[in-house]
């Protein structure tokens, strides 16, 4: 059964965030004296704020918490947390939806491992103002968009996720999501980096949304449309490159 999760309002999440930019001793808890919830529901128990901590915590340790370490470490330990966090944090989408649920997790039970991941330049990975960019928000996410295929999820880079679930057009459908990006791991690039290509595909799938409902076509027929687009965006690469040479 789904709960309700402590939420930190914005002008306290926003004030903690300036203590830690200035320097405050980061401290695990598991509640803020300023902390409200939604008005109905059942709130979550202490215990499994703790248990979000402490697994975290412990996932992040394998990947080289507290230590500085290279970006690859940090992505691989977001690719295993995103599952892990969908399973400590049972709430309804539209819980999940709400920004400052995701700046009290960052703040109260997370802040060692948030500044690990991010540091503290970067309000956006603290206070949720873009669920897309925030620490924590952009992992519970991306293991719901990816619930039915987490293989998936491990084969698409950061600037991959960036292209796909921080357009809304395309990252508001999970199905597209995956689709997009199962054709583009199993196309043949041509020698093109991939980046190049999902920067190229993107905006050219989100022209063809204007016209297409996706929510028409079976998975099968989506998957070849989204395999097309990116056939058109390679030879349009190749293109462009040969006439530039």
Same mark, same amino acid.
């Given at each position: 059964?789904?709960?309700?999760?402590?939420?930190?309002?914005?002008?306290?999440?926003?004030?903690?965030?300036?203590?830690?930019?200035?320097?405050?001793?980061?401290?695990?808890?598991?509640?803020?004296?300023?902390?409200?919830?939604?008005?109905?529901?059942?709130?979550?128990?202490?215990?499994?704020?703790?248990?979000?901590?402490?697994?975290?915590?412990?996932?992040?340790?394998?990947?080289?918490?507290?230590?500085?370490?290279?970006?690859?470490?940090?992505?691989?330990?977001?690719?295993?947390?995103?599952?892990?966090?969908?399973?400590?944090?049972?709430?309804?989408?539209?819980?999940?939806?709400?920004?400052?649920?995701?700046?009290?997790?960052?703040?109260?039970?997370?802040?060692?491992?948030?500044?690990?991941?991010?540091?503290?330049?970067?309000?956006?990975?603290?206070?949720?103002?873009?669920?897309?960019?925030?620490?924590?928000?952009?992992?519970?996410?991306?293991?719901?968009?990816?619930?039915? +295929?987490?293989?998936? @999820?491990?084969?698409? &880079?950061?600037? *991959?996720?960036?292209?796909? #679930?921080?357009?809304? $057009?395309?990252? !508001?459908?999970?199905?597209?999501?995956?689709?997009?990006?199962?054709?583009?791991?199993?196309?043949?690039?041509?020698?093109?980096?991939?980046?190049?290509?999902?920067?190229?595909?993107?905006?050219?799938?989100?022209?063809?949304?204007?016209?297409? +409902?996706?929510?028409? @076509?079976?998975?099968? &027929?989506?998957? *070849?449309?989204?395999?097309? #687009?990116?056939?058109? $965006?390679?030879? !349009?690469?190749?293109?462009?490159?040969?006439?530039?040479?």
């Amino acid at each position: 059964m789904s709960v309700l999760w402590p939420r930190l309002p914005e002008p306290v999440a926003l004030e903690e965030y300036e203590k830690v930019r200035a320097g405050s001793e980061l401290r695990s808890a598991g509640h803020h004296p300023e902390q409200v919830y939604a008005p109905v529901g059942e709130r979550v128990e202490s215990s499994e704020i703790t248990r979000l901590a402490d697994e975290v915590g412990t996932l992040a340790s394998l990947h080289g918490f507290p230590a500085a370490v290279p970006d690859a470490s940090k992505i691989a330990f977001d690719r295993s947390c995103a599952s892990l966090l969908r399973g400590l944090m049972d709430v309804t989408w539209a819980e999940a939806g709400t920004r400052s649920i995701w700046s009290f997790v960052a703040l109260v039970p997370l802040p060692q491992v948030t500044h690990w991941r991010f540091g503290v330049t970067n309000v956006e990975r603290w206070v949720a103002t873009d669920l897309t960019r925030h620490t924590w928000a952009r992992l519970w996410w991306q293991a719901v968009v990816f619930e039915s +295929d987490p293989e998936l @999820l491990g084969l698409l &880079t950061e600037s *991959d996720l960036n292209q796909l #679930l921080e357009r809304r $057009s395309i990252g !508001g459908d999970p199905r597209l999501v995956r689709s997009i990006g199962r054709a583009l791991v199993q196309s043949d690039l041509a020698g093109i980096p991939r980046r190049t290509v999902i920067r190229d595909v993107t905006p050219r799938l989100r022209r063809h949304l204007a016209f297409v +409902d996706v929510r028409a @076509l079976d998975d099968r &027929t989506l998957i *070849d449309w989204c395999s097309y #687009l990116v056939g058109e $965006s390679v030879a !349009g690469i190749r293109q462009l490159s040969q006439s530039t040479r």
